[in-house]
């Protein structure tokens, strides 16, 4: 039986899950990413609930309790830039795979997907928007966006 264009969009996105649960070494409650398309420009972004608290990739650290259990030494995460920019490479890698695919199967590429991974439950969701989200704002950057969605989870409004 041959692929069809669902099953390209769920492994990308499952790849995207896979190279940011890796990032974490697959220890964290909640992963939350962050893609958008508009008109020639690729974002991709991340942020993590660990230990109930809402991080993002660069701070993951901060989540972190310092105080070890004898015989127990604490997990610190491995934050350096490169790692940083493997994780936002192969997440826009992944993206542009979508656009693709998108093309070739003649469907309308999102402009915005958020999706939350539930690592616990194995459950990955998604939101997908079609409209322009930042571009015909003077004002607004995928950043802001990133940033307001990240707000909007960490207050439990989303």
């Known amino acids: 039986m041959s692929k069809v264009f669902e099953d ?17 070494e697959n220890k964290a409650e909640d992963i939350y990413i962050y893609c958008s398309y508009e008109p020639e420009m690729y974002v991709f ?22 105080t070890s259990t004898i015989g127990k030494k604490a997990l610190i995460y491995d934050t ?17 795979k979508i656009h693709e695919k998108c093309k070739e199967y003649g ?13 616990k439950q194995n459950s990955l969701k998604g939101k997908y928007r079609y409209d322009l989200v930042y571009s015909n704002d003077e004002e607004l950057l995928p950043d802001d966006i990133f940033n307001f969605w990240f707000e909007e989870v960490k207050s439990g409004n989303y």
Request: hydrophobic share 40%; charged share 25%; aromatic share 12%.
């Open 8 to 24: 390209y969009f769920s492994e990308l996105q499952a790849d995207m899950v896979a190279i940011c649960l890796e990032y974490v």
């Open 107 to 119: 469907k309308e590429m999102p402009t915005e997907i958020k999706l939350h991974y539930n690592v």
């Open 80 to 96: 350096s830039e490169q790692r940083q920019e493997a994780v936002l490479d192969i997440g826009l890698e992944n993206l542009e």
């Open 45 to 66: 972004d991340v942020f993590f609930k660990i230990n109930s608290q809402f991080v993002f990739k660069h701070n993951l650290n901060d989540a972190v309790n310092s």
